[in-house]
């Protein structure tokens, strides 16, 4: 959004200065007022998710694997992700919560000293108009808990 506030300032003063020079020197003097950016409406158009889901290791060749996963505006619902339905559910309550889902353990975190299998997968794309990058594995009690609170996106632990 920044980027769009600074490409309509560069575009509006340009405006002026050639409207400056087209009608005088009396034009400059005017104040320069910027149209700022409305909020989106209500019920308007809703940025799409676009997910890449890579698991591995999981004991159970069914969820193994690659899955594109896309979730639209209205509830459309695309890729090859065996549970979309309820994967972008999830997505769309986790987007009401106020916790990144995809974000790392904090360091100095304690976590239990469980493990919970070799399964590791990588989420990348974008989600809510933020670009996404995340491992996880379930190595210990923290990453357990952040693998589970993203099934179905990520295969639970008994799929």
Not at 6 to 12: I, P
Not at 81 to 85: G, L, R, T
Not at 111 to 114: E, M, P
């Given at each position: 959004m920044l980027r769009r506030i600074?490409?309509?300032?560069?575009?509006?003063a340009a405006?002026?200065?050639?409207?400056?020079?087209?009608?005088?020197?009396?034009v400059a003097a005017q104040p320069l007022l910027l149209p700022l950016p409305l909020p989106p409406l209500l019920g308007g158009e809703q940025a799409e998710d676009?997910?890449?889901?890579?698991?591995s290791e999981t004991g159970n060749t069914r969820t193994d694997g690659r899955y594109e996963l896309e979730c639209g505006p209205a509830?459309?619902?695309g890729g090859n992700?065996?549970?979309?339905?309820a994967a972008c559910d999830r997505l769309d309550e986790l987007a009401r919560g106020t916790e990144d889902p995809f974000a790392p353990v904090d360091r100095g975190v304690f976590?239990?000293?469980?493990a919970g299998g070799p399964a590791t997968a990588?989420?990348?794309g974008v989600w809510q108009g933020h670009r996404v990058d995340a491992s996880f594995s379930r190595q210990n009690g923290c990453e357990i808990h952040r693998w589970n609170n993203l099934t179905p996106v990520?295969?639970?632990?008994?799929?």
């Open positions: 600074v490409t309509t300032a560069t575009a509006s405006a002026l200065t050639a409207l400056t020079a087209f009608a005088g020197a009396s676009r997910l890449t889901v890579v698991v509830g459309a619902v992700h065996p549970a979309a339905d976590c239990t000293q469980q990588r989420v990348t990520l295969p639970s632990a008994g799929a």
